[in-house]
């Protein structure tokens, strides 16, 4: 009897070590695995048009007069995992409408294209992204829109920017 009890206490005690070795592996797999956060620090709007002597102004609202929109954003790209980097993709600032999305291309403060981010494991890096707008200006009034971008598996990835980040928060 002390035998069989021997043995049933050391085959609990190996099944208890191996299942906290697999529970250790998993967990640490969950870690390295990681994704990208990005948090919003800023959104501004910047209306413009021609005067009658050709000189550029700026309003803070949009008029009849408007013929220009830069969206300016400003945006920390955090990378959560520990052991591996992150890439975003083809980003885009996407305007919902009721006929469909509509895609903006984005632009660093420099006028370059911004088109992919490389985030190093635990990285945060801060941006500011444009978005510059001056056709058919009216289909943006009042439209809610989000960041989105493919991960490094080439899944499509959506940040959903707040509505008073709209253009109508911004007295279109």
């Known amino acids: ?3 069989e009890c021997i043995n049933q206490s050391a085959i609990i005690g190996v099944i208890g070590t191996l299942l906290g070795v697999l529970l250790g ?3 640490n797999l969950v870690i390295r695995i990681g994704q990208i956060k990005i948090f919003i620090n800023k959104i501004s709007y910047t209306f413009s048009y021609i005067d009658e002597n050709g000189d550029p102004c700026q309003t803070e609202t949009m008029d009849s007069n408007t013929q220009n929109i830069d969206i300016s954003v400003n945006l920390d790209f955090h990378n959560t995992s520990s052991f591996t980097q992150k890439i975003c993709r083809d980003i885009y ?15 660093y403060n420099t006028g370059k294209d911004f088109t992919n ?10 941006l500011d992204l444009q978005v510059s707008l001056n056709k058919d200006l009216e289909i943006y009034k009042d439209l809610d ?3 989105e971008y493919k991960d490094s598996k080439g899944r499509i ?16």
């Open 1 to 3: 009897m002390i035998l």
């Open 25 to 27: 592996f998993i967990l």
């Open 93 to 107: 600032l996407v305007f919902r409408t009721e006929k469909g999305d509509i895609k903006q291309k984005i632009t």
């Open 117 to 126: 981010i490389n985030l190093k494991p635990n990285e945060l890096t801060n």
């Open 145 to 147: 829109f989000y960041l």
């Open 157 to 172: 990835r959506k940040k959903n920017l707040p509505l008073t980040a709209s253009p109508a928060g911004a007295s279109l």
